[in-house]
């Protein structure tokens, strides 16, 4: 049973105990570690200030721009993970930002005139029937240049997340380090696990801006197309 969690001293208690010696080794290690994130939102932020000004005009009926956005506060909530040794959740997130932006890029592709309710009735109609996730979702993206690069980030992404019984039991069976309590209910230190958490919120942060630039481009083609017609 969890103690339960009274006041904000008690919070940084909590925190203090379970993770500080975690948050201190990772500042020692990677002093510049927060800095590597906030050049990944710069690179993003910079590929949004470039879009084409006949989407951007349309962003509040984009369930593209809302997924766009809501990256920074997931990076930002994976700053706080890596100095907590959380690992495996920037994973999920990671792998969640890839699933959250095709989704929207197929439903704003397909249902370009759409309201955004409608779009997000959409959205919950193909969750329910299943498949609208990982390379099955991926696939449904037309002529998307770097859809291999995609599906491998997210299948090494689902090997953190789900790891075999094999890679479990290595961690589980492993020597906790000297003075750690309850090993198992709290994180651990990983220096390789932390580089390799660095490494692919740049991968999802290129792959994000490689997104956004296939979906103006796509989204202006459907657009002249439908102008054409009418």
């Not at 990772?26 to 990944?40: N, Q």
């Not at 991926?138 to 599906?151: G, N, P």
Request: aromatic share 12%.
């Amino acid at each position: 049973m969890f103690r339960k969690i009274e006041s904000m001293k008690d919070f940084e208690n909590h925190i203090k105990d379970a993770y500080g010696n975690i948050i201190v080794r990772t500042e020692a290690d990677f002093p510049d570690a927060f800095h590597k994130i906030d050049s990944i939102l710069d690179k993003i932020r910079a590929s949004i200030r470039d879009i084409d000004s006949r989407v951007f005009s349309k962003r509040n009926e984009l369930l593209f721009a809302i997924r766009l956005v809501e990256c920074f506060r997931i990076y930002n909530w994976i700053k706080i993970c890596l100095s907590c040794g959380s690992y495996q959740s920037i994973f999920r997130e990671l792998r969640f930002i890839l699933d959250g932006l095709a989704q929207a890029c197929y439903i704003d592709l397909n249902h370009i005139d759409a309201s955004l309710t409608c779009k997000l009735e959409v959205y919950k109609a193909l969750g329910e029937i299943g498949g609208f996730i990982g390379s099955s979702l991926f696939d449904r993206i037309k002529d998307f240049e770097d859809k291999q690069k995609l599906k491998v980030l997210y299948k090494e992404l689902s090997r953190f997340v789900h790891p075999s019984v094999e890679e479990s039991r290595v961690w589980i069976e492993s020597s906790p380090p000297d003075g750690t309590v309850d090993s198992l209910k709290f994180n651990r230190y990983d220096p390789l696990l932390f580089t390799q958490s660095i490494e692919k919120c740049r991968s999802v942060g290129e792959l994000l801006i490689s997104l956004n630039t296939h979906f103006v481009r796509a989204f202006l083609e459907i657009s002249c197309d439908e102008d054409i017609i009418r």
